[in-house]
C-alpha cells in the first residue's frame, strides 16, 4: 500500500512539474516583466516600449523604415525549454497604424547563446493583417531557418531536428518583430505564449507546403 501511495505522488509530481501537451510553459506578463524593444540602429523615436497596464498590452512605434522588434526579458523562459519542442509559440500581435510599403524579413527570432543556432522565421504577417494570433510551430518543418548560418551553409537551410533542440536549450531570447513597412507605424503586442508539446517521437510532423501552412493556424481574434 505504501509503495501504491509513493507511485502515485511519484505521478503527480510529474504531471506537475512537465504537464501535458497543450499546457502553457511560459506565458507574458507585461506589467511585471521587462519587455523591451531591440533595433538594428534604432526606432527614430526615443520613446521605447510603452506599457498599458491596464489592458497588459506592449506598444512601439518608429518614424520610418526601421528594423525593430519586441523583445523578451532574460530568464522569461526558465527551465526545461526543451519542452517546448513540437509545441507551440502563439503570438497576439496588433497594427495599430502604418504607411508606407510592406517589407518582408525574419517575423520572429529564437534567440540563442550561441550565434549559429538562432533561427527565424518568416511570412507570419500579411500585408494589411490588422489584430491577429499566430500559433507559430516549434519544430524544425515549421518554416524556420538559421539567421546567422556558417558560411559553408549560406543558403540557410537544413534546419535538423538536433539543431532545433539545441536552439531551445541555449535559448536566452524572443523577439516578435514590430516593423513591418517603410513608413510611420505604430504596432502592439497583446501577449506572447509557450504551449507545450509532444515529446519528440510522439507525433507526425508536417512534410509538404500546404500541411506547413495549415498549421500556421492564423486566425482572427
Known sequence: ??????????????????????????????????WGIWSVDGTGTDSGAVTNKFENTLRGKDEGQFKWS????????????SLAYNGVLQVKLQAISWTG?????????????????????KGLRRDGDTTRTYDVPLHEKGGWT??????R???????????????????????????????????????????????AGDAPQP????????QWMVKMI
Open 1 to 34: 500500500m505504501a509503495r501504491m501511495l509513493t507511485c502515485m505522488v511519484l505521478v503527480m509530481a510529474a504531471c506537475t512539474v512537465y504537464g501535458a501537451p497543450g499546457d502553457t510553459l511560459v506565458l507574458s506578463d507585461f506589467r511585471t516583466q521587462d
Open 70 to 81: 519586441f523583445e523578451s526579458p532574460p530568464g522569461w523562459f526558465a527551465g526545461d525549454k
Open 101 to 121: 510599403s510592406f517589407v518582408p524579413d525574419f517575423d520572429v527570432v529564437l534567440v540563442s547563446t550561441k550565434k549559429r543556432l538562432s533561427l527565424g522565421v
Open 146 to 151: 538559421k539567421i546567422n548560418p556558417a558560411p
Open 153 to 199: 551553409h549560406s543558403a540557410q537551410s537544413n534546419v535538423t531536428a538536433q539543431d532545433f533542440i539545441l536552439c531551445l536549450n541555449t535559448l536566452i531570447g524572443v523577439r516578435i518583430r514590430g516593423g513591418f513597412y517603410s513608413g510611420r507605424e505604430e504596432t502592439q503586442l497583446r501577449a506572447v505564449s509557450v504551449v507545450l508539446g509532444q515529446m
Open 207 to 214: 512534410s509538404t507546403a500546404a500541411q506547413m501552412k495549415d
